[in-house]
């Protein structure tokens, strides 16, 4: 038997697919995702943190139901979550699970295909391509943060944490299947707290206990990054990705109030200057809405300023899509979808200038890239500071760490030239 897997939205939803392929794998579906065959289980995680994110949700599964049309159709992730009738009675889906009971996926699927799931429980590791490169590891789901556009609250609003231990143990199983790589994740990082360990614990705890060469971290919210969180950080600098996406959403002190998110933009650039005094080479990531209820000219100007300022190496720009349940679904001075388009193309060539200047002075400079595909004489993977880069390669480097001059860059990607390969792992 195999499956394949479809994830839309955030990492957490990425590391959720993960963990759902890997207990499939143990039960001994092969992954043929990236294979041109016939699927007999597909299984799609799905978003709903936009109206355009559950659009996209249903868009897939009909796609994937209609190109394999003898497979069984599984559904899961926050739009399953929310809405699970709607998915049952318009996608043509045969099971749907929401976020809670995504853990009796393969069970379930299992029990449909009649497998005694029991007989293939022991974890063949042999399973698993050798191939790897980044996973991701979840410690921390639910947000009670009630952000007044997302939905998420109200669909995971329960907080749970793995233990110190447990995360130890899953980094070291992740390094035994051969990632260089783990990204820690959560749905809201900063509330991540098991008994008196907080998320800098956690890291240290990866850091000290296994040999994954990266951790690098999932999203983070401004206010967690405080002198001393960052300092603590800094004592595993070595292992640390240089690398912080910091959700921004608007420079606006107004409508950061009416997105119910407590930081200044000041507070904001304060974290940004203590993140790059205390890490060299520093990239800062961010995600951005526009177009939010009464953000006029002056509150988008106010943003398009502050980007200028940022340097932010990458940008994810929404336009505010209003998502029914939440409390700005109904705010009034909605901004026309006209006008949000023009913001996010407005804002979108400011971030390119100031993602090509970063990228200018990086001409010359030596990083060591992860690589994660080979093409074509041509390689591609992420230096430790999450830039992408390509080089020529006559050998596949996939999942190996090579030195990379770089020699200019090319639609927001950096060009190398290899140096030296490091020993294959
Ligand atoms: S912090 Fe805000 S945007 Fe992030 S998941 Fe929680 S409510 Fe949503």
Known sequence: MNAAYFTLGCKVNHYDTQSIAEKMACMGYEDVTKKDIAADVVIINTCAVTNESERKSRQLIRRLRMANPNALIVVTGCYAQ???????????????????????????????????????????????????????????????????????????????????????????????????????????????????????????????????????????????????FISRLHCIKDKLCPHFHISLQSASPAILAAMNRHYSPEYYMEACNRVRENFEDAMITTDIIVGFPS???????????????????????????????????SFENQVPNKIKHMRVDK??????????????????????????????????????????????????????????KIVGHEDGVLTGEKLIDLQNY
């Open 295 to 329: 953000e006029g000219e002056k509150e988008f100007e106010q943003t398009c300023e502050f980007v200028k300022k940022a340097g932010f190496s990458h940008v994810h720009i929404f336009p505010f899509s209003p998502k029914k349940g939440t409390p700005a679904a």
């Open 82 to 228: 929310i809405n699970p009738e709607q998915i049952k009675a318009s996608t043509g889906a045969d099971l749907v699970f929401g976020t809670n009971d995504r853990e009796h996926i393969p069970l379930a699927i299992s029990k449909y295909f009649s497998v005694d799931a029991s007989e293939s429980s022991n974890l063949d590791k042999s399973m698993f391509p050798s191939s790897r490169t980044r996973a991701y590891l979840k410690i921390q789901d639910g947000c009670k943060m009630f952000c007044s556009y997302c939905i998420v609250p109200y669909a995971r609003n329960n907080i749970s944490c793995l233990s110190i231990d447990e995360i130890v143990s899953k980094a070291k199983a992740l390094e035994e299947e051969g990632y260089k790589e783990i990204v820690i994740t959560g749905i809201h990082l900063a509330s991540y707290k098991h008994e008196k360990y907080d998320l800098a614990d956690a890291l240290k705890s990866v850091a000290d206990n296994t040999g994954i060469e990266r951790i690098r971290l999932g999203s983070l919210e401004p206010k967690l990054l405080s002198e001393r």
């Open 347 to 404: 804002l979108g060539r400011i971030c390119t200038e100031v993602r090509n200047e970063i990228l200018c002075k990086l001409v010359g400079r030596k990083y060591k890239v992860l690589c994660e595909k080979h093409e074509d004489n041509l390689s591609e993977g992420f230096s430790s500071n999450y830039l992408r880069v390509k080089y020529h390669s006559k050998t596949d480097d996939t999942a190996a760490v090579t030195d990379v």
